[in-house]
């Protein structure tokens, strides 16, 4: 959310040429895997961030012309958040390149001006997409042992974790209990409530305590 946020902020020419720069640095790194990414190191990047980041941050410039390809169908922005919404659980090949997705953004694309605000409960949030993405008919989402349901959840926790759980160690994927056990997860949130957890737009992530008021000062 926050690359999202910045891109945006820039304007095409500057995201375009951003994306292009993050293209040439990245690994590719395939399939599957041990991934070690270092947030402050951008060698150690992934390529794969460019199926997600180039729809957030772009749209079609024509509404009737070519859309981003096919990322943009795995990605839901729901209450301001933005979910990975398929569970891939094997795959064989190699997988193609993500540059074009930035020639696509430079000659189709115009940037969201409107920067992405999450709502202050992210862990409703993706049990609320669940439901909706069951009334949308997604046969993932209907399967109540699925493995959809702990795949959000463990995307939202990624968010809130370090708040919610400051002694926990980093969940190791989405098959981690918490996100299997309603029981468990409505604890998670009881906390997440209880911390008066919120979006903090100046530094762009969630954190605890009462929420800034207009005018306020701290």
């Not at 891109?7 to 720069?21: F, I, N, Y």
């Not at 409107?114 to 049990?127: F, I, N, Q, S």
């Amino acid at each position: 959310m926050r690359a999202a946020n910045h891109l945006r902020s820039l304007g095409k020419g500057k995201a375009v040429a951003a994306l292009r720069e993050f293209a040439r640095i990245a690994r590719r790194p395939g399939y599957g895997g041990d991934i070690q990414i270092d947030p402050k190191n951008i060698d150690t990047s992934n390529e794969w961030c460019l199926a997600t980041l180039v729809p957030l941050v772009f749209e079609p410039a024509d509404p009737n012309g070519p859309k981003v390809l096919w990322p943009e169908d795995c990605i839901t922005v729901w209450e301001g958040i933005p979910f990975h919404n398929v569970v891939i659980n094997g795959t064989s090949g190699s997988p193609p390149s993500m540059a074009p997705l930035v020639e696509w953004a430079d000659l189709r694309g115009k940037v969201i001006e409107k920067p992405l605000r999450p709502t202050d409960h992210p862990l409703e949030a993706a049990d609320g997409l669940l439901r909706q993405l069951a009334r949308e008919g997604n046969e993932q989402a209907r399967d109540p042992e699925g493995d959809l349901r702990r795949h959000l959840r463990f995307q939202a926790w990624r968010m809130a974790g370090p708040l919610v759980e400051p002694d926990r160690k980093k969940a190791r994927d989405r098959f981690d209990q918490a996100f299997r056990s309603d029981e468990k997860w409505a604890r998670l949130k009881a906390e997440a409530a209880r911390l008066d957890l919120h979006w903090d737009e100046q530094r762009q992530e969630y954190v605890a305590g009462r929420k800034a008021e207009s005018g306020d000062r701290r």
